[in-house]
């Protein structure tokens, strides 16, 4: 039988999951998040608190990389803690949206980016937008089909580019005439068509900004079975790479604050066609910064839609595995060694989703629901630490078990808030997630015949 190859050692492990998380949120979302909190000193530490938050959801789930290092992730995890039926709806709301849905917006905001750059606009723009995005989707899923070192090494490629040119960005804006160290002080009333009923409802608002931004820290789960010795290099990669994307975003975060007044950065959020990250350094270094960083964006938000094209489409062939989702998606390309057939049909319901709806909207919805899941894994680790406390750990979580219990506090906390704040897409992500039930019933059918007709064939 045709297996998945482990080629992928710990530098690449790690950079796949700085890959896997930087994309357009760092670059777009500081706009929407100055206008909702009307502080710069507030919107870096939504960048820093999110940034923690996800650095004690990356260590809590190295513990269950460790012990299930196989593709899957999540899948694998909720299937030995919740039993089949959680885990299959956590695969089918991957497939659904939270995935699928991250591959459509990074590439609908590399088409954004790339027309921006070549200053076309015209009535027809949002079409071609979609047209180049679907381009995107397709030409990354080609290359992730003809196997995983080819796109692991140009996601390595693009990720160094990133370092370099995040210093250059640093060192513009912290020279750019127009900086000033009391742009970190001024504050302004929030927009009034933003604002909350309380601080802490704008604060998890924007938080969910922030949050977009670290997207993606977890994927690496998904590829365990590709990671050579994965029980010491799983955990390795969540906790190193997370650490540098948060040192990254924070760095670029002061920068924005530092060059544009926060009034500015206010005025961004009602100009759907700007992008803050250009704004600002077209303040610090004119034309050609505009340029620089345009050019950034195409980079990082390719590179980043590449890694969220490469590791979740395991996902979905861990389920047909199991005969839980599409039977074709198990199949292991001969020569490649790669899921060819999970990884199409990733690339076509990505697609569809580029088309169906705006880039915000998918992003809150994804974020929602990936949550819901997030705070399911944290706690998996405590009842699995009182279920089965035998059971071998190559690593164990630190501050157990304050650092899971905060964790999954939070998921808590940011499902919640966002129930309350934005109903209509956390009930669609609900209501895609729980499409998947038809489909449960129907596979885990079919799945329990094909056992029988196996066990009457042997007699």
């Given at each position: 039988?045709?297996?998945?190859?482990?080629?992928?050692?710990?530098?690449?492990?790690?950079?796949?999951?700085?890959?896997?998380?930087?994309?357009?949120?760092?670059?777009?979302?500081?706009?929407?998040?100055?206008?909702?909190?009307?502080?710069?000193?507030?919107?870096?530490?939504?960048?820093?608190?999110?940034?923690?938050?996800?650095?004690?959801?990356?260590?809590?789930?190295?513990?269950?990389?460790?012990?299930?290092?196989?593709?899957?992730?999540?899948?694998?995890?909720?299937?030995?803690?919740?039993?089949?039926?959680?885990?299959?709806?956590?695969?089918?709301?991957?497939?659904?949206?939270?995935?699928?849905?991250?591959?459509?917006?990074?590439?609908?905001?590399?088409?954004?980016?790339?027309?921006?750059?070549?200053?076309?606009?015209?009535?027809?723009?949002?079409?071609?937008?979609?047209c180049v995005a679907t381009g995107l989707i397709i030409f990354l899923s080609l290359v992730n089909y003809r196997g995983v070192t080819v796109a692991e090494g140009l996601s390595r490629a693009l990720i160094y580019i990133v370092f370099v040119a995040v210093a250059i960005i640093a060192v513009l804006g912290f020279s750019a005439d127009s900086g000033s160290l009391s742009n970190l002080t001024q504050s302004v009333q929030p927009s009034s068509t933003t604002v909350r009923s309380s601080l802490l409802g704008s604060l998890v608002a924007a938080s969910l900004g922030a949050f977009w931004g670290y997207e993606g820290w977890n994927q690496i789960g998904y590829i365990g079975e590709e990671?050579?010795?994965?029980?010491?290099?799983?955990?390795?990669?969540?906790?190193?790479?997370?650490?540098?994307?948060?040192?990254?975003?924070?760095?670029?975060?002061?920068?924005?604050?530092?060059?544009?007044?926060?009034?500015?950065?206010?005025?961004?959020?009602?100009?759907?066609?700007?992008?803050?990250?250009?704004?600002?350094?077209?303040?610090?270094?004119?034309?050609?910064?505009?340029?620089?960083?345009?050019?950034?964006?195409?980079?990082?938000?390719?590179?980043?839609?590449?890694?969220?094209?490469?590791?979740?489409?395991?996902?979905?062939?861990?389920?047909?595995?199991?005969?839980?989702?599409?039977?074709?998606?198990?199949?292991?390309?001969?020569?490649?060694?790669?899921?060819?057939?999970?990884?199409?049909?990733?690339?076509?319901?990505?697609?569809?989703?580029?088309?169906?709806?705006?880039?915000?909207?998918?992003?809150?919805?994804?974020?929602?629901?990936?949550?819901?899941?997030?705070?399911?894994?944290?706690?998996?680790?405590?009842?699995?630490?009182?279920?089965?406390?035998?059971?071998?750990?190559?690593?164990?979580?630190?501050?157990?078990?304050?650092?899971?219990?905060?964790?999954?506090?939070?998921?808590?906390?940011?499902?919640?808030?966002?129930?309350?704040?934005?109903?209509?897409?956390?009930?669609?992500?609900?209501?895609?997630?729980?499409?998947?039930?038809?489909?449960?019933?129907?596979?885990?059918?079919?799945?329990?015949?094909?056992?029988?007709?196996?066990?009457?064939?042997?007699?």
């Amino acid at each position: 039988m045709v297996k998945l190859a482990r080629t992928i050692d710990t530098r690449s492990a790690i950079l796949l999951v700085v890959s896997g998380i930087v994309g357009s949120g760092v670059f777009k979302k500081v706009a929407p998040m100055a206008a909702e909190l009307g502080s710069p000193l507030l919107v870096v530490a939504c960048w820093i608190a999110a940034g923690l938050v996800s650095l004690t959801g990356a260590l809590t789930y190295a513990e269950m990389a460790g012990m299930f290092p196989q593709s899957g992730g999540e899948y694998v995890y909720f299937k030995r803690v919740y039993g089949r039926l959680f885990a299959f709806l956590y695969g089918w709301g991957a497939f659904t949206v939270m995935r699928t849905a991250t591959i459509a917006a990074l590439s609908h905001i590399f088409g954004q980016s790339l027309l921006s750059l070549i200053s076309l606009h015209n009535e027809s723009t949002e079409f071609l937008v979609k047209c180049v995005a679907t381009g995107l989707i397709i030409f990354l899923s080609l290359v992730n089909y003809r196997g995983v070192t080819v796109a692991e090494g140009l996601s390595r490629a693009l990720i160094y580019i990133v370092f370099v040119a995040v210093a250059i960005i640093a060192v513009l804006g912290f020279s750019a005439d127009s900086g000033s160290l009391s742009n970190l002080t001024q504050s302004v009333q929030p927009s009034s068509t933003t604002v909350r009923s309380s601080l802490l409802g704008s604060l998890v608002a924007a938080s969910l900004g922030a949050f977009w931004g670290y997207e993606g820290w977890n994927q690496i789960g998904y590829i365990g079975e590709e990671i050579k010795n994965p029980q010491r290099n799983l955990p390795i990669a969540l906790g190193v790479g997370t650490s540098i994307v948060i040192a990254i975003y924070v760095l670029l975060n002061v920068v924005y604050v530092y060059v544009l007044p926060i009034d500015s950065l206010v005025q961004l959020a009602s100009m759907p066609g700007k992008i803050a990250a250009v704004e600002v350094v077209r303040q610090a270094a004119g034309w050609f910064g505009a340029t620089f960083i345009s050019i950034l964006i195409l980079i990082t938000t390719s590179n980043s839609t590449n890694a969220s094209i490469l590791m979740p489409a395991r996902v979905f062939y861990a389920m047909a595995r199991d005969g839980l989702f599409f039977k074709s998606a198990a199949v292991i390309h001969p020569r490649y060694k790669t899921p060819s057939v999970a990884i199409l049909l990733q690339s076509v319901w990505a697609a569809v989703l580029v088309w169906s709806g705006s880039f915000d909207q998918l992003t809150d919805m994804l974020v929602f629901a990936s949550f819901i899941f997030y705070g399911a894994t944290a706690l998996g680790v405590i009842l699995l630490r009182y279920r089965q406390p035998e059971r071998v750990r190559p690593y164990r979580v630190v501050g157990y078990p304050f650092v899971p219990a905060f964790f999954c506090i939070c998921c808590t906390l940011l499902v919640v808030t966002t129930l309350i704040n934005q109903p209509r897409e956390a009930l669609t992500g609900l209501g895609l997630i729980a499409t998947g039930l038809p489909f449960y019933w129907f596979w885990r059918k079919r799945s329990e015949e094909a056992s029988v007709e196996n066990v009457s064939l042997n007699e």
